[in-house]
């Protein structure tokens, strides 16, 4: 037997090896081989692998976009179950206070808008709105607002560079433990219509 077949369990090939022998060797050979104890990593083939990191990248994004948000749920005492609404698909987050002023925004935000994280707070989202944002749609999400219910709207925003785009949002209400709502929590994606 070679010298090689002493850690017979680790090799890369062991099938194509076993494969070259003879039922005899392979029937010997069995019985030395002991699962390796390797951390299996992705293929290194473009798609297989892009695929891969980009699933790793939205789940660390989630993950940091949920530490924040503890962070505001310990503060004001939220009720909510975060990481079931952070399930969702979303781009970017933005948390507004019960008046829906702009306290916290998720650092993908300047991706989507071209505004600065810090130009966001303390401003009205609003402020994404112009000339072709709808009346009829900024109605209705002041309705649904008032009625304390997750809802769903696409709405006409506006990048900094004045390029127009479809947000699609959806929100929900936030409240405290004595039942108060304290914060509104907008998931937030660029759609096509």
Not at 109 to 117: I, K, N, S, V
Request: proline share 4%; net charge positive; aromatic share 10%.
């Amino acid at each position: 037997m070679s010298k090689s077949s002493k850690n017979i369990g680790s090799m890369l090939c062991l099938d194509l090896y076993l494969a070259s022998c003879s039922e005899e060797e392979q029937v010997k050979l069995s019985r030395k081989i002991k699962p390796a104890n390797y951390k299996l990593h992705p293929l290194s083939s473009g798609d297989i692998y892009s695929s891969y990191m980009h699933q790793l990248a939205a789940e660390e994004k989630k993950k940091n976009d949920l530490q924040a948000l503890l962070f505001f749920q310990k503060k004001a005492n939220w009720v909510i179950e975060l990481e079931q609404i952070l399930q969702n698909d979303y781009y970017t987050l933005v948390l507004t206070d019960e008046k829906q002023i702009i306290q916290w925004v998720s650092k993908t935000f300047p991706a989507m808008t071209g505004y600065p994280l810090n130009f966001a707070i303390g401003k009205s989202p609003r402020f994404l709105q112009g000339e072709n944002s709808s009346q009829e749609t900024k109605k209705r999400i002041r309705q649904q607002l008032s009625f304390n219910k997750p809802f769903t709207e696409t709405v006409i925003n506006y990048k900094k560079n004045k390029q127009e785009y479809h947000c699609k949002v959806t929100i929900y209400p936030i409240a405290n433990d004595k039942q108060e709502i304290t914060h509104f929590l907008a998931l937030e994606s660029e759609t096509i219509v």
